[in-house]
Each structure stands twice: as structure tokens, then as C-alpha cells.
T-cell receptor, first 118, second 115 residues
Framework: NAGVTQTPKFRVLKTGQSMTLLCAQD?????MYWYRQDPGMGLRLIHY???????AKGEVPDGYNVSRLKKQNFLLGLESAAPSQTSVYFC?????????????????FGPGTRLTVL | LAKTTQPISMDSYEGQEVNITCSHN???????ITWYQQFPSQGPRFIIQ???TKVTNEVASLFIPADRKSSTLSLPRVSLSDTAVYYC????????????????FGSGTQLTVLP
């Protein structure tokens, strides 16, 4: 049981290049999330997914696209990278609360991807 | 979304009890309070979650007053390995496709445990 894994761990891009970050979870979680964390700051939600085939925007979605074709994978794409997208990207997953009224949304995070855009 | 306010940093000594308070004046009725711990170069890790009164698990306690406008994470007898950033997260537990759930961790509290 690997939990949440992220690929790659590090990446350097030039402005205008594109890339895809892969997140995989083996816990059969319905919900998946992509965050970015800038130096000295907390995490900000980019996009999230409540199930296979669904995605939704978070707090800072501009410049990013996502896809959830398989339940266990959540892909984050940068179509045209910009220096402002230099950050550490974290993926997380969580399960659906089993009972109405019960807060059980514990998120499990991956190790992060450090992205530098020159 | 309930905005949270935490102290930027705290220092403590090994063996002491540490209390970190989070203010969330605009907490909504269906919001829960969750605390995460983050070590350098790692993703956050869940510590504890609660809705009201007191919750305790094997690593921490969470105290939430009746008005729920604040919460306090209590770490008993900290050690050097508890040095980390601690985040208070307030938000609804259930999201659905199309709803704009904005999860904001805030800047967190840097806890430094000294020998």
C-alpha cells in the first residue's frame, strides 16, 4: 500500500513549455486534490475531483487543467508554463464520509513535486 | 469560507505541553476543524479533526469552545521531532461535483522544539 504517489519529484521547465504531473493513489479514494505551496505559505487548492470523470475548480485554477480518467489517477497539466507557476505541488486524496453529518474528510498527501519555471 | 488566523511561530522545550490556537470567527454551521502537520519537503499529515467540545487521539487533543470561533491544538510532552508547521483547516466535510470548495490552509504555525 503506497498511499499517494507523485511523478516526477522534480522538474525544471522553460517558459512556455508544457508538462503533466501525475498523482496516483491506491486507497480507492473518491476525492482527489491538487494544491500548490509557495515558499513560506500555506497550500492553495488548484483543482479537485469528487470521482472518476469529474473535476472542479479550486481557489487558483488559472493556467492549469486536470483530468480524472481513472479513479486512482489525477493528472495536473500546465499547457504553457510561466515563472509564476514555480512552486511545490501536492496531490491529496480522501474518502467520502460514510455517514451524513460525520466529518471524516481526512486528506492523505503525496510527497510533492518541486517545479521550477525559468 | 471561514478564514483562519494562527500565530506565525512558537517555541517550546522538550517535554512541555504546547497549545496552538486558531481563530475562525466566520465558521459555518457545517464546518469541521482539522489540523495538519507538515515537515520540510513533505506533504501535510492529518493530526486531528473535530466539530465541537473536545477530541483526543493518540497524538493530540483538540479543544473547541461552544461558540466554535476558535480551536486549540494541544500537543502533550513535545519532542524535537515535533518541530514542524501546523495548519488549521476549517471547511465543510462534504463536497459535490460543481460546488466550489475552497480549501485554504493559511500560513500555519511554525513550532520549534528546543532541547
Amino acid at each position: 500500500n503506497a498511499g499517494v504517489t507523485q511523478t516526477p519529484k522534480f522538474r525544471v521547465l522553460k517558459t512556455g513549455q508544457s508538462m503533466t504531473l501525475l498523482c496516483a493513489q491506491d486507497m480507492n479514494h473518491e476525492y482527489m486534490y491538487w494544491y500548490r505551496q509557495d515558499p513560506g505559505m500555506g497550500l492553495r487548492l488548484i483543482h479537485y475531483s469528487v470521482g472518476e470523470g469529474t473535476t472542479a475548480k479550486g481557489e487558483v485554477p488559472d493556467g492549469y487543467n486536470v483530468s480524472r480518467l481513472k479513479k486512482q489517477n489525477f493528472l495536473l497539466g500546465l499547457e504553457s508554463a510561466a515563472p509564476s507557476q514555480t512552486s511545490v505541488y501536492f496531490c491529496a486524496s480522501s474518502f467520502i464520509p460514510l455517514e451524513s453529518g460525520q466529518g471524516k474528510d481526512t486528506q492523505y498527501f503525496g510527497p510533492g513535486t518541486r517545479l521550477t519555471v525559468l | 469560507l471561514a478564514k483562519t488566523t494562527q500565530p506565525i511561530s512558537m517555541d517550546s522545550y522538550e517535554g512541555q505541553e504546547v497549545n496552538i490556537t486558531c481563530s475562525h470567527n466566520n465558521i459555518a454551521t457545517n464546518d469541521y476543524i482539522t489540523w495538519y502537520q507538515q515537515f520540510p519537503s513533505q506533504g501535510p499529515r492529518f493530526i486531528i479533526q473535530g466539530y465541537k467540545t473536545k477530541v483526543t487521539n493518540e497524538v493530540a487533543s483538540l479543544f473547541i469552545p461552544a461558540d466554535r470561533k476558535s480551536s486549540t491544538l494541544s500537543l502533550p510532552r513535545v519532542s524535537l521531532s515535533d518541530t514542524a508547521v501546523y495548519y488549521c483547516l476549517v471547511g465543510p466535510y462534504l463536497i459535490s461535483s460543481g460546488s466550489a470548495r475552497q480549501l485554504t490552509f493559511g500560513s500555519g504555525t511554525q513550532l520549534t522544539v528546543l532541547p
